[in-house]
C-alpha cells in the first residue's frame, strides 16, 4: 500500500555491480540485511553517543541508537506510505561512519585531517559502504542500490560547497546528485534521527545525574508531558514517571511530524519518488512551533549535558587518544597492519584515518594505552 511518491523496489536505479534479483527479498531488504551483517555495524555497539563506551551500561551507544531510529523511521514511514524496507537501511546505516568518542573524536580526526582533506562522519559512511567492508568475492563494499546510497549521502539534505574526499570518490563511480534532495524515505531517517538523540539524551541526561527533573520542567513539551503524567500518575516512582513523561515527549513528536509531512506531501502534489527529489525543499519535516521548542530543548541539552564539565573533561581525553593515535602513526606507517599502509603522505593519511575512524572506544584507548 506504497503512497504514489514512495520509493518502489522495481524503480530502483540498481547496483554498481549487477547481482540480479533475490526470489525472497527486494532489493531495499537485502541492502538492509547487508548494513545489519556488516562488521562497521558490529562496532557501532562500542562507539560513543555521549558518554564513553565504558562509563555505563544504560546509555546510549551508536548501536542502540541506530536502533531506535530505525523503530521510529518505519513507524513513520508506515504511516506516510513510504518505503519501510528503503527507510529502515538508510536509519540503520547513517552513523556507520563515526568515529570512536562520537563528535568529539570526529572534530580531532577532522582537524588532524584538514591537509588531507578533512574528514566528514557522513562522507566516511558511504566509504564505508562502497570500499572498506571487503568481505564479497565480486566487488569491495556492500554493493548498495543507488537509492540507499542517496539516502545516506543526502538525509539530511542537498550535499553543497567543497564535498568531502570520501564522498566526491563514490559519486565519481556512482552519481548521486548530491544537488538534490534525497527520497521522501531518507528525508524519514533524518527526522528520526532528530527524535531519537533529543529524547534519549533528556534520559541518558538525568540517568547520568547531569541535571534532574525539576531542571528540564520548563522546557517546551517536556513540562507539559511531566504534567499529564503527575495528573493521572500522582506519587508514580520516579523511574516510572520519568519513563512515562519522556515516552510522551517522544509520541509528541513523531506525531508533529506526521501530521506536518502528510500536509506537505499533499500539497506538493508529486506523482512519483524523483519529483520529491526535484521539488528543492523537503517533504518531511517538524511543524515551525515544534521546531522552535526543539530548538529551546537543544539549547538545553548543549549547556547542561554536552557542555557540562564532566563531559568536557572526557572530550578533552579523547580528543587527545585521537590526535596521538594520528601523529604516532603518520610517525611510523610500519606500525600500522600492513593492508593499512599506503605509498606518499596523502594516501597514508587516508589509510590512518580510516584505521582511526573504524576503532570502537574500547580499542581506541586500549591502543593508545599499548602505544
Partial sequence: MLAIYAMRPSESRGRLVDEGHSAHRSCFQRDRDRIIHSTAFRRLKHKTQVFVEHEGDHFRTRLTHSIEVAQVARTIAQTLGLNEELTEAVA????LGHTPFGHTG???LDECMQPYGGFDHNAQAIRIVTKLEQHYAE????NLTWETLEGIAKHNGPVQGDIPYALS????EFDLELGTYASA???VAALADDIAYNNHDLDDGLRAGLFTVEDILHLPIVGRCFGEVDAKYPGLA???????????VFGAMVEDVLVESTGRLASAGAGSAQEIRLLGRPVVQFSSVLWEELKEIRAFLFGHMYRHETVKIMRVETAKVVKDLFAAFMADPLSLPEDWQASGELAQARKVSDYIAGMTDRYALQL???L
Avoid: S
Fill in 185 to 187: 524515505e531518507a528525508q
Fill in 368 to 370: 593508545h594505552k599499548k
Fill in 238 to 248: 520516579a523511574g516510572r514517571r520519568r519513563h512515562e513523561a519522556l515516552r510522551r
Fill in 92 to 95: 540503520l546505516a547513517h552513523d
Fill in 106 to 108: 570526529e572534530d580531532a
Fill in 169 to 172: 570518490e563514490a559519486v565519481a
Fill in 139 to 142: 566487488f569491495d563494499g556492500l
